[in-house]
């Protein structure tokens, strides 16, 4: 694969952030912003939180239930604790920071998810206070 050589300037807020993140990854500054690029052009497939957010509006109020309803699956709960307990104590290799990342990911998700259908069935006139427990 050929390679070529790119000067960037940032300002020091970004670069102190990318520093600490190559840190915490385990890579060096120069694989960690490769990697921070190609995560950025890559995508994950999916809708912008923003646009699948907008996407929930149009489900029927069942969907909504459902949607406000869902929870993250105990396995998922499980690695995530794991991970944040061996990050506490050890520290985490690159894969297993990536793990946590798409993790956290899924988890923000999910409670976006739950909250905006939450609030669009308090808009359409819904008792939401049972979502709550």
Do not use: C
């Not at 949607?67 to 995530?80: N, Q, Y």
């Not at 990342?101 to 909250?115: D, P």
Request: no cysteine; aromatic share 4%.
């Amino acid at each position: 694969m050929a390679r070529h050589t790119l000067t960037l300037t940032v300002p020091a807020a970004i670069y102190r952030q990318i520093e600490a993140r190559a840190k915490r990854t385990g890579r060096t500054l120069n694989a960690e912003v490769v990697a921070l690029l190609e995560k950025s052009l890559a995508g994950d497939g999916f809708p912008t939180t923003g646009a699948f957010l907008a996407q929930l509006a149009l489900l029927t109020d069942t969907e909504l239930w459902l949607a406000a309803a869902v929870r993250a699956r105990p396995e998922e709960d499980l690695l995530m604790q794991q991970l944040l307990d061996k990050r506490q104590r050890t520290g985490l290799t690159a894969l297993e920071n990536d793990s946590l990342q798409q993790l956290a990911t899924h988890f923000e998700r999910i409670m976006l998810t739950r909250a905006r259908a939450a609030a669009l069935l308090k808009q359409r006139g819904h008792d939401v206070t049972t979502l709550s427990s």
